[in-house]
T-cell receptor, first 115, second 110 residues
Framework: DAGVIQSPRHEVTEMGQEVTLRCKPI?????LFWYRQTMMRGLELLIY????????DSGMPEDRFSAKMPNASFSTLKIQPSEPRDSAVYFC?????????????FGPGTRLTVL | KQEVTQIPAALSVPEGENLVLNCSFT??????LQWFRQDPGKGLTSLLL?????REQTSGRLNASLDKSSGRSTLYIAASQPGDSATYLC?????????FGTGTRLTVIP
């Protein structure tokens, strides 16, 4: 298995632009998680899906952030409009579980820089 | 809210030494605890997962223990190697969330 796939690996954009991050979970996994990692705040869970349904989005910082999972093999995290403070590494992870209770497998991350 | 603390923040040891990384958490109502490794510029690799009913897990040179009542976990690395150099993070799982520590950056000196 190729593991969790994220694209792009690096994204540089200007403030105010829309940013879309993509994730393909491991085939057969039914839970998908989006995390953000910064030096100041460490790793934070933004949102997670179970069977393509958003279960907990309490970590989404603002309305500028939205996430979708149209099918079991694809998810997007969108930031519109982007701001410099959104600069971080965004990780996607997946697991074969109900909820956040089982072993999660992480993608390589997308390093986002908002100028 | 669950708070996860890892001490020390950074650690340097000579190759071959055994070492212990520490993780503490404030809320003992957890489902499991997971140890990850993160290499610079890379994602997280799961090392060990301990269910709340377990006391320890072992994988090769790694041994993780869990004392839920005291809110502590340790990761023991035996006979450290330069390839073990990375940041090690622990994460505890609550009802619907995973709380991460800030990690311990380990450097194993050849």
């Amino acid at each position: 298995d190729a593991g969790v796939i994220q694209s792009p690996r690096h994204e540089v954009t200007e403030m105010g632009q829309e940013v879309t991050l993509r994730c393909k979970p491991i085939s057969g996994h039914n839970s998908l998680f989006w995390y953000r990692q910064t030096m100041m705040r460490g790793l934070e869970l933004l949102i997670y899906f179970n069977n393509n349904v958003p279960i907990d989005d309490s970590g989404m910082p603002e309305d500028r952030f939205s996430a979708k999972m149209p099918n079991a093999s694809f998810s997007t995290l969108k930031i519109q409009p982007s701001e410099p403070r959104d600069s971080a590494v965004y990780f996607c992870a997946s697991s074969f579980a109900q909820g956040a209770r089982d072993e999660q497998f992480f993608g390589p991350g997308t390093r986002l820089t908002v100028l | 809210k669950q708070e996860v603390t890892q001490i020390p923040a950074a650690l340097s040891v000579p190759e071959g030494e055994n070492l212990v990384l520490n993780c503490s958490f404030t809320d003992s109502a957890i489902y499991n605890l997971q140890w990850f490794r993160q290499d610079p510029g890379k994602g997280l690799t799961s090392l060990l997962l301990i269910q709340s009913s377990q006391r320890e897990q072992t994988s090769g040179r790694l041994n993780a223990s869990l004392d839920k009542s005291s809110g502590r976990s340790t990761l023991y690395i035996a006979a450290s190697q330069p390839g073990d150099s990375a940041t090690y993070l622990c994460a505890v799982t609550g009802a619907n969330n995973l709380f991460f520590g800030t990690g311990t950056r380990l450097t194993v000196i050849p």
